[in-house]
């Protein structure tokens, strides 16, 4: 037996909290064995190419510094830099403290300590199309806004504000997580968030949120990249030392914090997996059946109801803040239904487990099975996507048909576009995850970028579409436009079904997920 | 049951490799193999799961590549692992099948077979937070209710307690009784010879060998055996 060279590495371990460190390693080659696939493979040159150019190539486009357009976006960038935080926590929230590198249950017979899990859960936070599009966002807004002379400074100062913001949020995710594991956490939570809507909605009402914005410390990050001729100064080095000793100190931190959390029992989770479930009637027919239990999959599960509820609530949130017109919140349920897709949907025959080789044994035609899991996915995405265009509706004011009707018709086309795309997938590349941890993705770190990269691009750029529909003179034109979108994903979502129905690609679908 | 040459390949890998298997109404017959005989793939070969590769399988005088349907409705099948939807609860499975089964007035025997292995108490609480045992049982269980023409448990012993081997004994027991065509894999000799007649010993995915259950009994069982494994 032929084997590579294969002893873990010695030397690391020898430095106080070195053994973490090749652990995080040690899991990192692991799980990066497990991606699969061209797109996963070429990530990583991708994503350096495209984030030097979002860097740079701005600057030298731009006006230059304080001229024009770029004096607006230069005072955007305090509340930009704030929103990335904000943002980057309710992320590491809603995944329970933050992404894990091993599942769970694949990591019970290891030592992996809370340490190596924290820096585990730091090093995948970037893996997420969430964090990576925000700080494109940021890195291309500060180029554009400060031009070549500063841009060397005023670059460092992002990336290390991506870090150490990343850094920080992740001890207040842990330290989230701690608390939500307390006695009646959950409720001690519900009621602090409810205590932060007050508390935007009574800044709204009172119409000084943008003295709030203004307030912000984050403006700091801005002097100190365009000050003197070139940005490099004493401010900029004062920032850039406190910014490196901001992130030292929270990965340190992060990793006592994980270590409270670590020691606590997920008590929503064991809740749910322990409580009685009070009996229905049986279905009546074969597809209300197959609803009831593949319902019960999705919201059953305490990561998947969170996510969800998040995705409806957070784009709301911004919607009603920032006052977005109809032709802005078009783009919204996009961008919730590519999150909601990614909670589950694009590894969707996992939601069965081991459960699978059971239920491919009974007497159901295939294409009615995937008709119920298309099916719950479709009305899982429905669902958050309304409740954000719902709070939209409270400060986009009255629609006019055109819009009504470009809003409406996005709704359904992204939903419909995210459950073709998931369905394929879930029958191209399954995987066996084990979902009930808010920590666990459907699929693995890399590949989620990919999909999460693919779906965004695509239903961002249809609500891009369906916008400038919205000012037709005729409201037929948006629905014109939709038919033609959903025409492509019900071919899509047909070829899937098609992949699912065929018995040695079923075989193979359902023995993975099973594994 | 009647299975000839057998064949069931993933990509480069061959599974199993020229299984024959004839079992009549009644039969009870022992799968018994190591790790990787191919005991499993075959099991999910019989059940409509897995497709074959080649040969002729036809399982309660049905061709499982012509109608995989038909043969599901003849078919229980207790999968090696798990076997349940980690959110559902034991009764939620029950009405998943009976409702796909087109059973009727099944909720007796639901309820006999919960108490009967020990699970009344747990009958509406989601499977993910039972243990391994519980798990085995209830697979079994809901291979068992609709009374299968064929009944395929595979590992049904696996971790399970006593009082879950008696009741998985009474369910092959049950089934023989009544004329059904019994399959079951096993690691635990003993058992396999407690509960079938007949016992089909696979290794690397061949069948080498066939033989009455009762010559693997005993210390001379498991002489025969091992020699069986290691030649």
Known sequence: ???????????????????????????????????????????????????????????????????????EVLLLLPSGYAAFAGLALASAVASGGGRELLPRDQATPYPVSAATDHLGALLLAPLNIAWILQAWLLLGGTSYAVGPARLAAAQTVVVLWLLAATAVVQVLA???????????????????????????????????????LDGLPTDVLVRAGILGDTGFGGVWAATVAGLLAATALAVVAGAWAAGVASRRPPREEVRAETGVRTPRRAPRGDLGALLR??????????????????????????????????????????????????????????????????????????????????????????????????MAALRAGAPTPSELAA????????????????MTWSARAPYAVDLRSARATPAPPAVMVVYSTKLALTTTLTGLVLAITAHAPDWRLPLLVAALFLAWSAVRLLRARDVWVDPARRAVVVTTVSA | MDVHDLVVRFGPVLAVDGVHLVAGAGASTALLGRNGAGKSTTMRVLAGVVPPTSGSVRVAGIDVVADPLAVKRAIGYCPDVGGLVPRATPWEHLQLAARLRRLRDWEPRARELLERFELGAEAHRVTAGFSHGMSRRLSVLLAAFHDPEVLLL???????????????MDVVADARARGAAVLLSTHLRELAVQACAEAVVLRGGSQVARMDAAAMSGEEGARVYRGLLDT
């Open chain 1, 1 to 71: 037996m032929s084997t590579a060279v294969s002893s873990t590495p010695r030397r690391l371990d020898r430095l106080p909290g070195g053994s973490h460190v090749v652990d995080v390693g040690l899991l990192l080659a692991m799980r990066g064995g497990v991606a699969r696939g061209r797109a996963a493979r070429r990530l990583g040159p991708v994503l350096v190419v495209v984030t030097l150019a979002v860097a740079v190539v701005p600057a030298l486009v731009g006006p230059g510094l304080g001229e024009g357009r770029a004096l």
């Open chain 1, 174 to 212: 842990w330290l989230i997580e701690a608390l939500r594991r307390r006695p009646h956490g959950v409720w001690v939570l519900r009621g602090l968030g409810l205590a932060l809507v007050g508390a935007v909605a009574a800044l709204q009402a009172t119409g000084r949120t943008e003295d709030a």
């Open chain 1, 293 to 390: 239990l593949d319902r019960a999959s999705v919201w059953r599960a305490v990561p998947m109801r969170r996510g969800l509820v998040v995705l409806a609530v957070m784009p709301g949130l911004v919607a009603v803040l920032g006052a977005l017109p109809w032709e802005s919140a078009i783009i919204l349920p996009g961008l919730v239904a590519s999150g909601g897709a990614l909670l589950f949907g694009v590894n969707a025959w996992c939601l069965d487990g081991r459960g699978g080789l059971w239920r491919e044994s009974l007497p159901v035609r295939p294409g009615l099975v995937f008709g119920s899991r298309a099916l719950v996915l479709a009305e899982a995405l429905l669902l958050a996507s309304g409740g954000t265009l719902v």
């Open chain 1, 407 to 422: 809003v409406l018709a996005a709704w359904v086309v992204v939903v419909a576009q995210a459950v073709a795309a998931s």
């Open chain 2, 154 to 168: 595979d590992e049904p012993f696996d971790g399970v307690d006593p009082v879950g081997v008696e009741a998985t």
